[in-house]
């Protein structure tokens, strides 16, 4: 690997580039997804949190491609998109990808079930922990529960199609570590 | 690649300290970013619009899928309807003819009256329509951004309205881009009239689709299907825009179901009465 890694072209090694920043890109077009808007009736009101979800799944499986910083920046730039308290999206995406890194010995080389279970828990304290700062910060205090859980299941759902198309594109584009 | 052992787990260590020293300034610098937009800065105003700005363009582009579909399904739905739905506009075609009558009438008088009485004539608005491209925040806030901004007149403070009355109001306003806080916010507080008496309230947003009001007189008697409209002071608002419907009332809270609904905004107009001057920075508007 390391013989072929010192011969590779200009051209090889700006695509090595391109495709490890894969995940960080993947995550911004997630984002972008759930801001626009569905014109379905109650949709709009659930909208999942597809950035948590993102970046749960890319710190089981590629740590080294999304890290501190990047979540940072996806968490600053959805709270600047989506008109939320600023800082309060990004702890919370710090927080879920500081608890997943401490526990990689616990999600090394689980099933795609023992991961949905353990977003199960790990969605509930962040969305947890979201609701909690908004209502600090915001002046109208907090939030009401009732669509909150619906959102937290909602993002339950939605895990296993966005795990799928992710790890399509991992298997697909990605270069191994 | 041969180093000795004590060198690597030295610098094992090294990248472990790193990494925990970038999440721990980065979580302090998060603190620090809440309590900056708290202060409610220009700075954080500034950035948003810009990101707005850029991200519009894209979001405009994504949005005309889910716009086409909802289309294609509004208008399969209508196609099923369309003999009922003919007959029920004839009925309310008629009757709005003989509302036009009266109103045609009312409005003469009014004018009549406004002349002898020597009113100053409210300033009439201009309007700008939008369309709606991200609707965001999910259950966490409830603003959605729209494509026209300060290129096209639109400000802070404007009223945002659809066919069917008050949506929110611009809270920034970038070049080619606003955010629009819609009334069920929970940061959003409006100042409203209720019902044929007119009562004062504040109509508070809580993040459902059902704001509640707030700040109601004692004696005031409100009943489930009072109209709530504008009421003009504090300067936000022109008075008399439509606003919602009371759906309970009792002696514990007032519930009103707004007459936009957030899922259907597809285009917006904001409207420009020349008001926004005196309160960009005021009561209400944030």
Redo the contacts between chains.
Sequence with gaps: MTGIAQRRTPWQKFEARARNILPFGLTVVVM??????????????????YTLVAIYFWAIYRPDLL???LA?AI???ED?????????G??TL??TQ?VVFNQQKFFHAKTFAITWFAFVLVAFGAVLL??F??GV?????F??F???F??YLITLAIYPIIAWLFSKAQTGLLVEP | MKQPTGQISRLGTFKYLAQRFAFLSLIGLTFALMLIGKADTVIVERARMAVSDAVTPILRVMAEPAATISQFVTNLQELGAIREQNAGLRETNARLLEWQAVAQKLENENRQLRALLETVNEPAARAVSARVVADSGGAFAQSVLITAGGRDGVAKGQAVVTGEGLAGRVTQAGFRSARVLLITDINSRIPVRVGEAGDRAILAGNNSARPRLIYLGVKSAIAPGDRIVTSGDAGAFPPGLPVGRVVVADEASAVVEPFVARDRLQYVEVLDFGLTGILADTVGVK
Excluded: E, N, R
């Design positions: 972008l997804f759930g801001l626009t808007p569905t014109y379905v009736p109650g949709l709009s009101q659930i909208t999942p949190l890290g501190y910083g940072f968490g600053i730039l600047l998109l989506t008109g939320a308290p600023l800082g309060v990004a702890l710090l927080l500081w979201k609701w700062f908004i910060v915001a002046d109208g205090g939030t009401p009732g669509d909150l619906a959102a």
